[in-house]
């Protein structure tokens, strides 16, 4: 096989003398590229509760997204975080070497083809995860790459993932029922956006006698690694708690990483952030996960951030629950942006020199509500920088208009929320269904909540920095439409271009788990256009060419233009008794963070 005797710095480091504009390709040297992806789910459940909920039984969606078009299979492994610590070890667990080309020799270790724009869901069972869960690491490579004629010309593969976990019993591929009380879910986090650190494996190739992971330099696509990584919110209020996953998935050579988080209140609940502030320091493992309840650490009636700090790389989520109304919310951990992280850490890098006045921050919400069926929002911002940073909203109206909303100036490091019913009031009788921009001199990250109390619906999502543009994609790995009588699983998905000035062309296609075209797209793509800071919206209920009870995968592939796509899916079920309500972001090639600078 091509890959053994390969070290795993070959595979991991950071791309010096590969393609410098895809964190996805690395080599040991200029002649000798290893193309791979990786994504990342920090937990996945298999039999676990959370906060007196569950147990909770987790499901994942891969697909191998043929951005390119070159027709060519992958081939995934899974590593659970068994797997993950025998590689990072180098050791089997009896005293034998166990590198990586071993765990992908190995039969013990799931493994998947995947032809171009299949899928494939795995439970947690399937993929015999120990109870009660552990991370899991899906890494891609073509199939032909096992090959040692293989052509090393191709860019690396692309992969995207999701997770949907129900409670209090497995689903069957991802479907849920009135047999289940409540439903939630995520998206992988893609390798680009993973928080590495200064003593990763990622980060030890030098460029220039400088380390690409300790904030003084620079990765490939312009930004600033440097282990640090954000939660735009924890709350422990109104019979909600807060459980945070913390799980070192990076295949360091080392027996723990040290992680500290820290737990910082809201600026609008604390007048001395200082005096609101825990502090938690937690060693972990290889594939290890450490479970933080914030209520052990800042008691009731709290709300604020998270900051995770690691010299490894670190992926994390925050299960927020309720268990009074079955309601539970997954956000996934977001990275540091442009290195502006730490006192020490210089801000006069290249990629920091576009954050001015006049091309400011911007994350998209890509979908809002307010009073639309029963549905409301509310967003909750972390400020990054090490100074105050004033963060503003403007609304996207369905007919193209710019509403001016609220604003929040944000204490360093510090956390607001804003929840829309008290703002302006932006819609007519049937409410208002739009998207959002946020804009500030300094980077930040957003949470964006979904709920609807009246059925006991709730649902998250982190707003994105990043949109597709010609030559990436954009990708939903698993949506379904229910049955013609509206019941069962039922997915959306709203776009928005994010450019100010540009439109943009792409062309949209639904597949099945075998990567066919079906539905709408059989003959041909759907082929539209969005112009600058417009969205649109695909109800998958209102897609008669699409079957009854089907699950399916969406491929956006912008194709003219120089706008720039992002989105997010909703999949919701009312059967369920509790909350069966799910929001997934659509998954972009390059990451949804990791873009140079600011916007025009």
Known sequence: MRLVGISLAVLILLLAGSDATSPRSTSAEPDDPVLFDAIYFPWVPHGHQINETGPWHGSITVQNID??????????????????????????????????????????????????????????????????????????????????????????????????????????????????????????????????????????????GVSACDGSGLSGSGTGFDGHSFLPIVQTNSGWNTEIYLSNVDLTNVSAAQVDIILSESDQLSTTAEDHRATETVNIPPGGTAVIDARTLVGEEWVGSAQIISTVGIAAVAMRSKPEDDMLMINMSAPSLHATTGDEIPVDLPAQESASSSQPFEQYAPLVFQDYNGWNTGFSFVNLADQSNRVSVTFITPDGRLIAGDARTISAHGQEFIYIPASD????????????????????????????????????????????????????????????????????????????????????????????????????????????????????????????????????????????????????????????????????????????????
């Open 67 to 208: 951005v390119d078009h070159r027709a060519m299979s992958v081939r995934v492994w899974l590593f659970d975080g068994r797997t993950l610590q025998r590689i990072a070890l180098d050791n089997d667990g009896d005293g034998e070497p166990y590198s990586l080309s071993d765990a992908i020799t190995d039969p013990s270790v799931p493994h998947v083809d995947l032809s171009p724009n299949a899928s494939v869901t795995l439970s947690a069972a399937m993929l015999d995860l120990p109870e009660p869960g552990s991370p899991v690491v899906a890494m891609a490579l073509y199939k032909d790459a096992l090959d040692s004629d293989f052509d090393t010309s191709p860019p690396a593969p692309v992969i995207a993932g999701s997770l949907k976990q129900a409670s209090p019993q497995p689903m069957s591929g991802a479907s849920t029922s009135s047999a289940h009380v409540s439903v939630d879910g995520y998206a992988a986090i893609p390798l680009p956006d993973i928080a590495w650190g200064s003593q990763s494996d990622f980060c030890h190739q030098l460029q220039g």
């Open 425 to 600: 009031d932006l819609h007519g009788s049937d409410g208002f269904a739009g998207a959002a921009i946020f804009r500030a001199d300094q980077p930040f990250h957003v949470a964006v909540d979904q709920v609807k109390y009246s059925t006991g619906e709730a649902m998250s999502y982190l707003a994105t920095a990043a949109g597709a543009s010609v030559g990436e994609s954009l990708s939903v790995p698993l949506i379904q439409k229910g049955w013609n009588d509206g019941t069962g699983d039922t997915s959306g998905f709203q776009l928005i271009n994010i450019d100010t000035r540009n439109s943009v062309t792409f062309d949209l296609h639904f597949y099945d788990s075998a990567g066919s075209l079906i539905g709408p797209s059989r003959y041909g793509p759907i082929r539209a256009t969005i112009g600058p800071r417009q969205f649109a919206t695909w109800y998958t209920m209102g897609i008669s060419e699409l079957s009854q009870n089907q699950r399916a995968s969406v491929v956006l592939t912008p194709v003219d233009g120089d706008g720039a796509i992002a989105g997010v899916s909703n999949t919701v079920n009312y059967a369920v008794s509790g909350d069966g309500s799910v929001t997934i972001n659509m998954a972009s090639s390059s990451g949804h963070y990791r873009l140079t600078g600011g916007v025009e």
